[in-house]
């Protein structure tokens, strides 16, 4: 692990076992241009992301690619997200758009050529699968909430993740299963490792929610400074409050309107103390 920029950049050790049999089965010079190319997709998320204020902690790779790691704020707009979510593609896009600048020029020909233009190809398409933590699945994780409560988003998103991580698993193993070749063993290792990461977080999913409740303290404070409305939410006395903060909007500041048998509005509660009142397990509060 090294620090460079004030981040931290660590690589996995099945990463340097992967480099290191590269070096005996001579295919090291291929391997180390593909871990660069996903370093400098990863950079584009990094720059993307200090454009915008957001603390970046460390940058990992890992055997089937990288990662960057940033520190949830909570003041990410959806737009913002998405810029920065395509950033990394949007690098690989420039290094296939220098590649053809050389090639037409006649400074850079070759095999080597083809493989540097196909790897960067391959990483931006794979990148914008709808899959977590891949760029896709943050995209799609960020439209999602564009039109869901924040709990929704998440399980939404995760699902769609696991969907589309079985696909990569069940494609990988097509040719053996059609009997026209061996499966794609790369592939295959690639998607049970997304499978399961996403069946992971579907299992977290009710503590990332409770750490989204803690990070709400700040909302009131941007959205006063915005000037932007509330999201009203009326509710029914009896509703438990675990199902009320379910309809939390990450994008919004709301203010609870709480409703008698009657139909009438007795109270109007801000959500920062229906969220303390949750977190104390005071159901009544």
């Not at 950033?87 to 493989?115: C, E, K, R, T």
């Not at 760029?135 to 799609?140: A, M, P, V």
């Not at 988003?153 to 040719?175: E, H, N, Q």
Request: charged share 15%; hydrophobic share 50%.
């Amino acid at each position: 692990m090294n620090k460079w920029g004030g981040m931290r950049i660590s690589f996995h050790p099945l990463f340097v076992l992967v480099m290191l049999a590269s070096v005996f089965t001579g295919h090291f010079i291929e391997l180390a241009a593909l871990f660069s190319i996903v370093f400098v997709h990863e950079l584009g998320h990094v720059a993307a992301a200090r454009m915008f204020g957001i603390p970046v902690i460390s940058v990992q790779l890992l055997p089937f690619g990288g990662v960057a790691v940033m520190e949830d704020t909570g003041r990410l707009s959806a737009a913002r997200e998405m810029a920065i979510a395509l950033a990394g593609p949007l690098q690989n896009v420039l290094l296939i758009g220098i590649s053809w600048l050389l090639h037409a020029v006649g400074i850079w020909d070759g095999p080597f050529y083809a493989y540097f233009v196909e790897c960067n190809l391959l990483i931006a398409l794979f990148n914008l699968l709808p899959i977590l933590p891949l760029d896709g699945g943050k995209i799609c994780q960020t439209l999602c909430g564009t039109v869901l409560p924040f709990h929704p988003t998440l399980v939404w998103s995760i699902r769609i993740s696991l969907f589309f991580s079985a696909l990569v698993v069940l494609f990988s193993a097509t040719p053996l299963l059609l009997g026209s070749g061996p499966l794609h063993f790369n592939l295959l290792l690639v998607g049970v490792f997304l499978l399961y990461s996403n069946y992971v977080d579907y299992r977290n999913i009710p503590y990332r929610f409770v750490r989204f409740l803690v990070n709400r303290e700040g909302a009131f404070t941007r959205h006063l400074m915005n000037g932007s409305l509330a999201q009203p939410i009326i509710a029914d006395r009896s509703k438990p409050l675990d199902q009320l903060l379910r309809l939390f909007r990450r994008e919004k500041y709301h203010f609870v309107y709480i409703m008698n048998p009657q139909g009438r509005i007795v109270a109007v509660v801000p959500e920062q103390r229906v969220i303390s009142s949750y977190l104390r397990g005071d159901p009544g509060a």
